[in-house]
C-alpha cells in the first residue's frame, strides 16, 4: 500500500509560482511512477504531468510545458511539481497519484493505483 498527502496549494497571483509537495508512504513507492492531475469546478480530471520509478523519463500535458516541472526525490519518498508563470485558468484541485509502474513514462494516464486527498490551487488575475 502507498499513501500520499499533497500540500503547497494556496492563492496566487497571475505570473506567480507555487511549489506542491506530495509525500508518499509505503515501502514500495520507489517502484511507482507519479503523476499529478487537476480538477477545475465543473470539469472533469485532466493529467498535468508524470515522473517515472527513478525519475529517468517525464512527460507533461501541453497547457504545461515549459512552465511546470516535476521532480522526485526517493529518498524522502517525495514527489514534487514546480509551477512557474500561473494562469487563472491553473485553478484547480491538483491530486499526485502512484503506480506500481518500473517503465518510463510516454504519454499522458488518468490510471493510477493510490491517490492523494487533493491540494486546491487558485490563481487571481
Known amino acids: 500500500q502507498v499513501q500520499l498527502v499533497e500540500s503547497g496549494g494556496g492563492l496566487v497571483q497571475a505570473g506567480g509560482s507555487l511549489r506542491l509537495s506530495c509525500a508518499a508512504s509505503?515501502?514500495?513507492?520507489?517502484?511507482?511512477?507519479v503523476g499529478w492531475l487537476r480538477q477545475a469546478p465543473g470539469k472533469d480530471r485532466e493529467f498535468v504531468a508524470a515522473?517515472?520509478?527513478?525519475?529517468?523519463?517525464?512527460y507533461y500535458a501541453d497547457s504545461v510545458k515549459g512552465r511546470f516541472t516535476v521532480s522526485r526525490d526517493n529518498a524522502k519518498n517525495t514527489v514534487y511539481l514546480q509551477m512557474n508563470s500561473l494562469k487563472p485558468e491553473d485553478t484547480a484541485v491538483y491530486y499526485c497519484a502512484a503506480q506500481r509502474s518500473i517503465l518510463p513514462i510516454t504519454g499522458a494516464t488518468l490510471t493510477y493505483n493510490y491517490w492523494g486527498q487533493g491540494t486546491q490551487v487558485t490563481v487571481s488575475s
Open positions: 515522473i517515472s520509478w527513478n525519475g529517468g523519463s517525464t
Open positions: 509505503g515501502r514500495t513507492f520507489s517502484n511507482c511512477a
